[in-house]
């Protein structure tokens, strides 16, 4: 063989070898990043004992319509059978003589009551001469999954000296409590933590698990650590009596991890489409299993969609009906299939977080080096091969 098909042969590699790379590269560029905390494994924690074992209160949707190849579920758990209000406020009560003095029930009357919510759910507000509480009864099961203000409020600190307890404490108390009412943690949740609040009027510690699957977070914007999706335990900040506590968790089907747009192309539809203006920052994105407000379901709740959550802030005012918006959050979804934009939803929240990294000459760069590297590779390889098959002269 020629030195001249030899050079031949190895140029054809290496043009191979460089549309290999770029396309192993192009296909990388399209994983979804999770670029938000997503905590720890349940496993790894204080919690693992309770992991499978209990009551979990959840919403299942498990055998929802999806609409394939997009993602799309249609609920219809408002069409099921649901529980009267009155069986519904039994179970609030026996919640309540479970966790609370049977002397601070005395006199309690039913205030408000009512259907609530995206899920079932019941919806109390209860009254009396030393509780006021609202509380949420799952509508299909009859568990309760959230109460507030069910707490004594005439117990005296933990520490003889009043002061703060610590976030292990508090930790400590929520552990208690989820035992104590026999409430199991779902495999999937992550445990963000027990963390302080630094509202001054809800004083406290927050113990938050939130829904994952895989890397996909379920419910809304990952930046609200109060958002109604996971589950959350409210510790008083002086007594570790537990004032408040949600656990809303909604079980799916596999969700498919092929054939979504990128993270790029999705904040570029939503940049253009929001209708915001030109002064955005982004500093948020990532795959979320949503409730899109503006979609209905069969049953009349909102659809549920597989979405790139674009988290962005108004930087400067750019109209004068929100120009006392400057720097507030806004959340874009676009639909992580068809690249669709749905819908735009407005926070009274000023958020103070870094603006995230677009993709730039440096991608670029990185990309043409990989491509490069893989290309000779291959164009070593075969001119290895191509010189030992050759005669010895």
């Known amino acids: ?114 259907l609530v919510g995206y899920r079932p759910t019941w919806g109390f507000v209860i009254y009396g001469s030393r509780i006021s509480t609202t509380i949420r009864v ?58 302080r609040l630094s509202a001054a009027y809800y004083t406290g510690f927050d113990t938050i698990f939130k829904h994952y699957e895989g890397q996909i977070f379920v419910g809304g914007s990952p930046l609200n650590e109060r958002h109604p999706e996971g589950i959350r335990i409210h510790v008083d900040l002086k007594t570790a009596v537990i004032r408040e506590f949600w656990y809303h968790w909604t079980e799916f089907g596999p969700i498919p ?22 002064n955005l920052t982004v500093v948020q994105r990532g795959p979320v299993l949503v409730s899109v407000w503006s979609i209905q379901s069969t049953d009349g709740s909102p659809q549920l969609r597989l979405t790139w959550y674009i988290t962005v802030k108004v930087n400067a005012t750019w109209d004068s009906q929100v120009s006392n918006h400057s720097g507030y959050r806004y959340d874009l979804l676009v639909d992580a299939f068809s690249g669709e934009y749905l819908e735009g939803r407005g926070y009274n929240e000023i958020i103070d977080l870094p603006e995230l990294s677009s993709y730039s000459i440096i991608d670029s760069l990185l990309i043409l080096t990989l491509a490069s590297i893989s290309s000779a590779l291959v164009g070593f390889s075969v001119y290895r091969f191509i010189r030992r098959e050759l005669p010895t002269e």
């Not at 670029?35 to 790894?44: F, H, R």
């Not at 999705?266 to 915001?276: N, P, S, V, Y």
Request: charged residues 20%; glycine residues 8%.
């Open 1 to 114: 063989m020629s030195e001249w098909m030899v050079a031949r042969r190895v140029t054809v590699a290496v043009v191979i070898g460089l549309l290999i790379g770029g396309l192993c590269v192009g296909v990388a560029s399209q994983i979804p990043s999770n670029e938000s905390d997503v905590g720890l494994p349940v496993n790894e924690t204080m919690f693992a004992d309770l992991v499978g074992v209990g009551l979990n209160p959840s919403f299942d949707m498990k055998n929802m319509t999806v609409n394939d190849p997009t993602y799309r579920v249609d609920s219809t758990l408002w069409d099921q059978p649901l529980l009267s209000e009155s069986d519904a406020f039994e179970a609030a009560k026996a919640f309540l003589r479970h966790n609370v003095n049977e002397s601070f029930l005395e006199n309690m009357n039913l205030n408000i009551s009512g």
């Open 138 to 195: 799952n509508a299909i099961s009859g568990d309760v999954i959230a109460c507030s203000n069910f707490g004594p409020r005439t117990q005296g600190p933990l520490h003889a000296n009043g002061s703060d307890i610590s976030a292990e404490e508090a930790e400590a108390s929520a552990y208690s409590f989820l035992e104590k009412n026999n409430l199991s943690i779902p495999e999937n949740a992550r445990y963000m933590g027990t963390k």
């Open 257 to 278: 991890t092929a054939g979504r747009i990128s993270e790029m192309d999705a904040q570029t539809i939503a940049l253009k489409e929001c209708g915001l203006g030109p």
